[in-house]
Structures are given as structure tokens and as C-alpha cells.
């Protein structure tokens, strides 16, 4: 089993910035990472996600430039960095694990944290 806790998440005017963390616990096997949101009456979507090494990544097309997704494997942590936010970035953000980088498939999730973009 693998727990994941994120935090980070507000409020912040659009242009502004916040630093999403996601803590992951029990049975890490450094698997490869993801973050998803879903804004209200909207279907969870895909931001980002990285490897187990951290030595690839790849982001939606809407969050692209603006978003950065890190991780530290010693803290087992993975981070979403979110600059020039805007109103439509607003929803409950969740991090997720998977075995399989090729898969579509995310093993575990998190409860999510509320980023609320002020315009």
C-alpha cells in the first residue's frame, strides 16, 4: 500500500503562485507520480506527472509553461510548482502513484487539496 498526503493548496489572486506537496508513505518503490484536478460539475483532468527517477515528465497542454512537477526521492515528495495561476486553474488537486509509466492506470491517490485562483 502507498499513502499519499498532499498539501500546499488556497487562495491566491490570479498571477500569483502556490507550491503543491505530495508526501507519500508505506510502499514507495520511487513509482512514478501524477497530479490530476477537478473543478467543480467537471470531470478530473490530467496536469502533470513524473517518473520514479524524476528524469521525465509531461503536462497537459493547458498548464504547460506555467507548471512545474519535481520531486525529492530522500523526502519522498513530489511537487507541483504553479506560477501565473488563473481562474480556470481553480479545483481540488489530488496526487496519484502508478507501477507502469506506461500505463494509464494510477494505483493510489490522494484526498486533495482546494486551489481556489482569485481573479
Known amino acids: 500500500q502507498v499513502q499519499l498526503v498532499e498539501s500546499g493548496g488556497g487562495l491566491v489572486q490570479a498571477g500569483g503562485s502556490l507550491r503543491l506537496s505530495c508526501a507519500a508513505s508505506g510502499r514507495t518503490f520511487s513509482n512514478h507520480k501524477g497530479w490530476f484536478r477537478q473543478a467543480p460539475g467537471k470531470e478530473r483532468e490530467f496536469v502533470a506527472a513524473?517518473?520514479?527517477?524524476?528524469?521525465?515528465?509531461n503536462y497537459a497542454d493547458s498548464v504547460k509553461g506555467r507548471f512545474t512537477i519535481s520531486r525529492d526521492n530522500a523526502k519522498n515528495t513530489v511537487y507541483l510548482q504553479m506560477n501565473s495561476l488563473k481562474p480556470e486553474d481553480t479545483a481540488v488537486y489530488y496526487c496519484?502513484?502508478?507501477?507502469?509509466?506506461?500505463?494509464?492506470?494510477?494505483?493510489?491517490w490522494g484526498q486533495g487539496t482546494q486551489v481556489t485562483v482569485s481573479s
Open positions: 513524473i517518473t520514479g527517477s524524476g528524469g521525465n515528465t
Open positions: 496519484a502513484a502508478k507501477l507502469y509509466w506506461s500505463s494509464d492506470k494510477y494505483d493510489y
